[in-house]
T-cell receptor, first 111, second 115 residues
Framework: KQEVTQIPAALSVPEGENLVLNCSFTDSAIYNLQWFRQDPGKGLTSLLLIQSSQREQTSGRLNASLDKSSGRSTLYIAASQPGDSATYLC??????????FGKGTKLTVNP | DADVTQTPRNRITKTGKRIMLECSQTKGHDRMYWYRQDPGLGLQLIYYSFDVKDINKGEISDGYSVSRQAQAKFSLSLESAIPNQTALYFC??????????????FGPGTRLTVL
């Protein structure tokens, strides 16, 4: 059974800092991996999707990498801003077509 | 207008009542999903549908049923609500064709409280 772990559960950084969020998964036979952002009480916003054949994807200040063989992905946020404060969720999709989610990392960026 | 909408956004009901949560999408996606989110447990898949005639159980389907009325509409029913079904419910959609590769897009959620 696929399990997805995100460490740390919470992270607090000063504005302007570059930071990395980690995601690990137990079964490397994945189809793709998706990073989401969730604001309190709100829905999930898709940030980046990486196919299993890709190593990374970039969108603005965000860069996501994927190392399928080691079961790891990272989300790099450059020059963090208070508006980046949210919970970041990682989810992997295997052959069953279902997304398996981690429990998220709660990020706080302090002005 | 939002691409994936859910109604109602908030609902308080009593134990034993039947309720329906509705999801509509204008993205033209073929696949739709229902998830629930509980604090500390993350998101869990309840049901998913690959098209109008293809509906599948997820991890936690007991106590729930679904109906795919059209490609754009997917509803979730709680036949007899119980307090441990209190949660945040999300609908999601995806396009199975390239290059979307099933990237999932979520609605704003329905906060359900069962007293």
């Amino acid at each position: 059974k696929q399990e997805v772990t995100q460490i740390p559960a919470a992270l607090s950084v000063p504005e302007g800092e570059n930071l990395v969020l980690n995601c690990s998964f137990t079964d490397s036979a994945i189809y793709n991996l998706q990073w989401f952002r969730q604001d309190p009480g709100k829905g999930l916003t898709s940030l980046l999707l990486i196919q299993s054949s890709q190593r990374e994807q970039t969108s603005g200040r965000l860069n996501a990498s994927l190392d399928k063989s080691s079961g790891r992905s990272t989300l790099y946020i450059a020059a963090s801003q208070p508006g980046d404060s949210a919970t970041y969720l990682c989810a992997v999709r295997g052959g069953s077509e279902k997304l398996v989610f981690g429990k998220g990392t709660k990020l706080t960026v302090n002005p | 207008d939002a691409d994936v909408t859910q109604t109602p956004r908030n609902r308080i009901t009593k134990t034993g009542k039947r309720i329906m949560l509705e999801c509509s999408q204008t993205k033209g996606h073929d696949r739709m999903y229902w998830y629930r989110q509980d604090p500390g447990l993350g998101l869990q898949l309840i049901y998913y549908s690959f098209d109008v005639k293809d509906i599948n159980k997820g991890e936690i389907s007991d106590g729930y049923s679904v109906s795919r009325q059209a490609q754009a509409k997917f509803s979730l029913s709680l036949e007899s609500a119980i307090p441990n079904q209190t949660a945040l419910y999300f609908c999601a959609t995806s396009d199975s064709g390239a290059p979307a590769y099933n990237e999932q897009f979520f609605g704003p959620g329905t906060r359900l409280t069962v007293l």
